[in-house]
């Protein structure tokens, strides 16, 4: 408001989440904010205030009408509740980022973290002062109006986790979070990976966009090794497959690659036969999402997967692979989904483990060795029993 005082023909922008809770958040407040004597003239249907002394314009948005957030240029913007605006990436940079550029306007970001999403990466880009951005962060004690007593009282009665998020505005990893589990204890220094260790992979593939594709090895407990992953944008068959292909790895595939949708020669062709007429036999992946998100986190906890620290954008992409809220309508609340974008080494990961990897087979090997898959397993037995192996 201080802005539309002191800058003539300028156009603000308070955009919140949905229409009605930029009425409900900000409409009323802003007209006790006006100070009296000030000329304006209201549009209670447009929800927006003009200035005459400066001819400016103040004007309040909802984001869950995208349409609406088109076509004017903006000197300053204000962006509330973030994190909880549908699509919010999309709708910051295919709608408003494009509208500060003719005025080169600035941009405000307000709201409560929910999980380590967008918002948490521009929080970053201040913290890691990239050039024009710069971040902080407020805790609720921080507010002289709130009483402090009662900040206390929410400390000892909520969840920790869930008072860090509300209370002290931190960026817990668990809300939204697709896959909480995940964590430092599963990322491994690359090692020596046995012979007899089944090779398993998956393909997550595109004819436009990013081409995906991991590969793991399952050890004698069951343990699914990450060594090694794909992932380039813009590429065709011909180019990943020479890259991927490795002798006697089991491949799974989306589905979805059956679909026969590329031309060649007056034929039409799938992704799924151009993999195999370069010598890749991938069986189609089991595509049950949630029962696959809920495999992969048991594979999680029972500390089951490791991922080699090289495969840098699985663990990237498993930072952020979060759901997105549901968004209301006339049928009611929609069902909860992930967010479907940099997804796609997540889904290769969820294709590999739904493929159900049976265990190593030591017994194909039985030479003994201290440093062999089966000495070592003779030595763990050993232990329990308090004896020694000798050589066969």
Same mark, same amino acid.
């Given at each position: ?17 949905? %229409? ?30 003009? !200035? ?9 948005? /909802?984001?869950?009408?995208? +349409?609406?957030?088109?076509?004017? /240029? ?36 307000? &709201? ?10 521009? !929080?970053?880009? &201040? ?44 960026? $817990?990893?668990?809300? /939204? ?11 491994? $220094? ?10 398993? &992979? ?6 436009? *966009? ?6 793991? =090895?399952?050890?004698?407990? &069951?343990?699914? %090794? ?19 292909? $490795? ?18 020669? *007056?034929?039409?062709?799938?992704? %799924? ?49 979060? %759901? ?34 049976? +265990? ?21 037995? =050993?232990?329990? +029993?308090? !004896?020694?192996? *000798?050589?066969?």
């Amino acid at each position: 408001m201080v802005h539309a005082l002191s800058q003539n023909r300028h156009t603000l922008w308070y955009v919140a989440p949905s %229409y009605r809770q930029a009425k409900t958040i900000a409409w009323r407040l802003l007209k006790k904010l006006i100070p009296e004597g000030v000329q304006v003239k209201y549009n209670e249907s447009e929800l927006s205030v003009y !200035f005459q002394q400066t001819g400016s314009f103040l004007e309040l948005k /909802g984001a869950d009408n995208e +349409d609406s957030l088109r076509g004017v /240029g903006i000197h300053k913007l204000v962006i509330d509740e973030f994190a909880s605006i549908y699509d919010n990436w999309s709708v910051w940079h295919e709608v408003l980022r494009p509208m500060l550029t003719d005025t080169k306007g600035d941009a405000l970001f307000i &709201g409560t973290p929910k999980g380590k999403d967008s918002f948490f990466e521009l !929080f970053m880009r &201040g913290q890691r002062n990239d050039n024009d951005w710069k971040s902080w962060r407020f805790k609720t004690v921080d507010n002289p109006y709130i009483d402090t007593e009662e900040v206390q009282e929410a400390e000892r009665t909520m969840p920790g986790r869930y008072f860090r998020q509300e209370y002290e505005a931190s960026f $817990e990893d668990f809300v /939204g979070l697709i896959y909480p589990e995940f964590g430092k204890a599963h990322i491994i $220094e690359p090692r020596y990976l046995e012979k007899i260790y089944p090779r398993i &992979g998956a393909i997550d593939p595109a004819i436009a *966009g990013t081409m995906a594709a991991l590969k793991g =090895a399952v050890d004698e407990e &069951g343990i699914i %090794y990450i060594y090694n992953e794909f992932y380039e944008k813009n590429v065709r068959v011909s180019e990943v497959a020479p890259q991927i292909a $490795e002798d006697k790895v089991k491949w799974v595939i989306d589905p979805a690659s059956a679909s026969k949708n590329i031309e060649k020669e *007056g034929k039409l062709y799938s992704l %799924y036969n151009e993999f195999a007429d370069r010598g890749i036999q991938a069986d189609p992946a089991e595509n049950d999402v949630e029962a696959g998100i809920n495999r992969v986190g048991e594979y999680f906890k029972q500390n089951k997967l490791k991922i080699f620290k090289s495969c840098t954008n699985l663990q990237w992409e498993l930072e952020r692979y979060h %759901y997105v809220e549901p968004k209301d309508s006339y049928r009611g609340q929609g069902k909860i989904q992930p967010y479907k974008k940099d997804d796609h080494l997540v889904d290769c990961l969820r294709y590999m483990v739904m493929s159900r990897p049976k +265990d190593a087979d030591i017994n194909i090997e039985k030479v003994y060795s201290e440093t062999s898959v089966w000495g070592r397993r003779l030595a763990r037995q =050993a232990k329990k +029993d308090g !004896f020694k192996y *000798g050589r066969d």
